[in-house]
């Protein structure tokens, strides 16, 4: 089932806008022989589908709970993706959505007839490829400006949302702002900048004598070893690393 | 072999119920300063010797300018009253921590590291979920700390009585204008009660008009390096109503880093 795509830029001795570049999905070649794994779709019951055994995702509690708000708010508004897998007895078997499936309920499940190892390599790139995209700060800021869930989960989710895409886009929050500026000195002075090189102790010796030689004072952490269940870290100057390496 | 010198201070208001169970279990050895007037309450769940009275205020910035002119240690944390776990968001999944021992082991690293920076503010990230952490960004120079946070001795700062609802955004623009950076270790994160859920504290004191107003006063004092959104009151059915988290707050000030 190869749809026909147009090539990018067809018809236009112009290059695209920036918007139309990073939103190139509809303007792609087609893939030839492109195959149709869709066999099916159908209501199933929870009970009926079974977990996958390589299932690697985990889901934290804060996910969980803004699953449940949204179902309870807008409800069943996607399908869950299954297969019957030789490894598991031809058992209808999930390769996306093990967490919805914990709500008893009829599931709408897309079927696949694909294979033992393409549900493997399906489970390991489906939400890692979706996370890859890219947000348009304007766009979902003009979203995230007209949507109030209400509930907690969910508006924690849509501030994180927000303040991540905003923090890599670097574009204007949404908010109260001003171009007004009342403390001149808070802006970069020249040649201000902050970089740091990661050195990384493989064992205490390494650290004990690294600190040593960089003549970082020797300071007591106070943690038992069975509670040293993070590394430790230290700072220096690199004025002060320039002048010893001189 | 030094130890570092740290002191961890609470302030509290209206709490005694439920202070012993949220913040003193993940920081026993915290000295809790209250009201005069709430010691009698307090001093049924606080060891006398971990209790600090502090004279009337209307304003947390006075509390805590109060706390500043003490002089209590080289490093002085505040912690809020109702913190219930350290998480840790490195890795696929969050690890959640209330070993009391492990988090003032995680409080001198952090102390130290910021000194040795130069840094006179310190604290941790406020990203609760993993797949947001930014993997490239472990620590941030330009942000603001809230919940749980560190002053080095020499600092300088004063709460300013006129902002009353940013005080931490306030705290930390003071600090990068005379410090130029802060020190915010993203990898920890202490998760407190969502904000006005639970009694006392600030829950009953804050409005709406209030909020909104606190949004423009920091605006006009911070001017282009501040972004305000304020929190909306929203109704989550049955006639009852929450504070929605602001979807942002947002420190402008230009601070190259990797």
């Not at chain 1, 990018?8 to 190139?24: F, H, I, L, Q, V």
């Not at chain 2, 993940?26 to 009698?40: G, K, Q």
């Not at chain 2, 009391?100 to 130290?112: C, H, K, M, S």
């Amino acid at each position: 089932m190869a749809r026909s795509r147009q090539p990018p830029n067809s018809g236009s001795d112009s290059a695209p806008p920036e918007s139309a570049r990073t939103k190139a999905a509809t303007a792609r070649p087609a893939i030839e022989g492109l195959r149709d794994r869709v066999v099916e779709l159908r209501r199933v019951p929870s009970d009926e589908l079974q977990d996958n055994a390589s299932n690697w995702r985990v889901h934290p509690y804060a996910q969980q709970a803004a699953l449940d708000e949204l179902l309870e708010q807008v409800g069943i508004a996607g399908a869950l993706t299954a297969y019957h897998s030789e490894r598991n007895g031809g058992a209808l078997t999930l390769i996306d959505g093990h967490e919805r499936r914990g709500h008893q309920a009829d599931w709408p499940v897309i079927i696949l007839d694909v294979t033992d190892e393409e549900a493997d390599l399906l489970l390991l790139t489906l939400d890692p490829i979706a996370g890859m995209a890219a947000a348009s700060a304007p766009e979902l800021n003009a979203l995230l400006a007209g949507t109030h869930p209400g509930t907690v989960a969910l508006e924690d989710l849509l501030l994180e949302l927000g303040r991540t895409a905003n923090e890599e886009s670097a574009m204007p929050e949404p908010g109260l702002t001003s171009t007004d500026d009342p403390t001149p000195a808070m802006a970069l002075n020249h040649f201000e900048h902050y970089d740091y090189v990661v050195v990384l102790a493989r064992n205490s010796h390494e650290w004990l004598m690294l600190q040593d030689r960089l003549g970082l004072e020797q300071v007591e952490f106070r943690l038992s070893d069975g509670r040293r269940q993070f590394g430790l870290g230290r700072v220096i100057d690199a004025q002060r690393v320039l002048d010893l390496l001189s | 072999m030094s130890v570092p010198d740290v002191r961890v201070i609470c302030y509290s208001r209206g709490r005694s119920s439920s202070i012993a169970k949220n913040t003193l279990a993940l920081f026993p050895y915290a000295t809790v300063t209250v009201d005069e007037r709430e010691v009698d309450a307090y001093s049924r769940v606080v060891p006398d010797e971990q209790l600090l009275p502090h004279p009337q205020f209307g304003q947390l910035s006075q509390i805590e300018n109060w706390i500043h002119d003490q002089d209590l240690a080289e490093f002085v944390y505040i912690v809020a009253d109702d913190i219930h776990t350290l998480r840790c968001i490195v890795g696929w999944r969050e690890r959640t921590y209330r070993d009391p021992e492990l988090i003032r082991g995680l409080f001198d690293v952090t102390a130290v590291c910021a000194r040795d920076a130069g840094a006179y503010l310190f604290g941790f990230g406020h990203h609760m979920i993993p797949s947001y952490w930014h993997k490239d960004k472990p620590f941030c120079l330009n942000g603001y700390v809230r919940e749980v946070y560190g002053f080095r001795r020499g600092h300088g700062l004063r709460g300013d009585q006129n902002v009353e609802q940013h005080y931490d955004v306030d705290i930390a623009l003071q600090s990068l204008l005379r410090h130029r950076i802060i020190w915010r270790d993203d990898r920890w994160v202490f998760a407190s009660q969502p904000l006005g859920s639970a009694a006392g504290g600030e829950a009953g004191i804050r409005t709406q008009d209030a909020v909104d107003e606190a949004a423009e006063r920091m605006v006009a004092k911070w001017g282009k390096w501040v972004t305000v959104d304020a929190p909306r009151l929203v109704f989550t059915g049955g006639g009852r109503t929450a504070w929605g988290k602001a979807r942002a707050t947002v420190i402008n000030v230009p601070r190259r880093y990797a």
